[in-house]
C-alpha cells in the first residue's frame, strides 16, 4: 500500500467504475479526496471514502464546462488547504463506424474526454505550481495506442492525452510537477459490458494474461504514480492491458 498521508486527491468520472475504484484505493492509502462527476451516483462513493477516515467533497459537476470547473477547484481548494493529486480520469464513448458517424458524436467525446482534461487541469495547475509539487494522472486507453474500428473519435481523445501528458510534464517539472498517464487495456466496468458476448471473445483472445482487467488493476497503478515512489517518473504512459498491446 502507497502512503499518501497528507495528499489531497481530485479525482473525476468519480462515480464510475475506474473512478470510483481509483477514489477508494487513494483514501486506503490516507489521503483526502474530492470527488467530481456529472451523475448523482458519486454521492454513493462519499460514504465509502469517509468509512476510511479520509475527508471528503463531492461535486456534481460536468467537466466540460470550464467556468463551473474553475469555481469547484477554488472552493475545494479553500476548504481543503489544497490539491496535490489530480487524476483526470472522466470519459465517455460514443461508437460508430467513421462512414457512419455524424459529426456530434466526434465533438462530443472530444470535448469530454479531452477538453475536459484541458479545463480540469488548467484550473488544478495553479495551486500545484503555488506549491512547487503535484501528480496529474490522465487515464489514456490501449486504443489510443492499437486503433479500434468503430472508436475512431473515442481512440483520438486517448492518443491526444499522450501528447497532452507528455508536453505538460516538460512544461512544468521544473515546478516539481510529474504528468503521467494510465493506459488501461479492457476493464470489466459499465463501458466495456455494454460489448456483446462475441465481441468480448475476441477481445479476451487477443489478451495474453487471459482476463479482463479489473478497476482494481488500475487504480493500483494510478496509486503508484501519485506516491514518492514514483518521484522520477514523467512524462510516461503506464500500460496495463494484460499484454494486450
Ligand atoms: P464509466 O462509464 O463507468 O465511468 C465514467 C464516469 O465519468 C461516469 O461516472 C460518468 O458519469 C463520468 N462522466 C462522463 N462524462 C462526464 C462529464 N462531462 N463530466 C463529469 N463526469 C463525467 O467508465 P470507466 O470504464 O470507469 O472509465 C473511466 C476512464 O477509463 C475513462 O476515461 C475511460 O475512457 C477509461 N478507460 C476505460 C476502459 C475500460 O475498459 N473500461 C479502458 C480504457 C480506458
Known amino acids: 500500500m502507497m502512503n499518501l498521508e497528507g495528499q489531497t486527491a481530485l479525482i473525476t468520472g468519480a462515480g464510475g467504475g475506474i ?19 456529472m451523475s448523482p451516483d458519486v454521492a454513493e462513493v462519499r460514504g465509502e471514502v469517509e468509512s476510511l477516515g479520509q475527508k471528503c467533497l463531492t461535486f456534481e459537476a460536468d467537466v466540460t464546462d470550464f467556468d463551473a470547473i474553475d469555481v469547484m477547484v477554488k472552493s475545494a481548494v479553500e476548504e481543503l488547504g489544497s490539491i496535490h493529486i489530480l487524476v483526470n480520469n472522466a470519459g465517455i464513448t460514443q461508437d460508430n463506424l467513421f462512414m457512419r458517424m455524424k459529426p456530434e458524436q466526434w465533438s462530443k467525446v472530444i470535448d469530454v474526454n479531452l477538453n475536459g482534461v484541458f479545463n480540469v487541469t488548467k484550473a488544478v495547475i495553479r495551486p500545484m505550481v503555488k506549491q512547487r509539487a503535484g501528480k496529474i494522472i490522465n487515464i489514456s486507453s490501449v486504443v489510443g495506442f492499437s486503433g479500434n474500428p468503430g472508436q475512431v473519435n473515442y481512440s483520438s481523445t486517448k492518443s491526444a492525452l499522450v501528447g497532452f501528458t507528455k508536453s505538460l510534464a516538460r512544461e512544468v517539472g521544473a515546478r516539481g510537477i510529474t504528468v503521467n498517464a494510465v493506459a488501461p487495456g479492457f ?59
Do not use: W
Open 19 to 37: 473512478g470510483r475504484t481509483i477514489s477508494v484505493k487513494l483514501a486506503e492509502s490516507g489521503a483526502d479526496i474530492v470527488l467530481v462527476d
Open 187 to 245: 476493464i470489466d466496468t459499465a463501458m466495456t459490458q455494454a460489448l456483446n458476448e462475441s465481441q468480448q471473445e475476441v477481445i479476451l483472445q487477443q489478451i495474453p494474461l487471459g482476463r479482463m482487467g479489473d478497476a482494481e488493476d488500475i487504480a493500483n497503478a494510478v496509486a503508484f504514480l501519485a506516491s514518492k515512489e514514483a518521484s522520477y517518473i514523467t512524462g510516461t504512459i503506464l500500460h496495463v492491458n494484460g499484454g494486450m498491446y
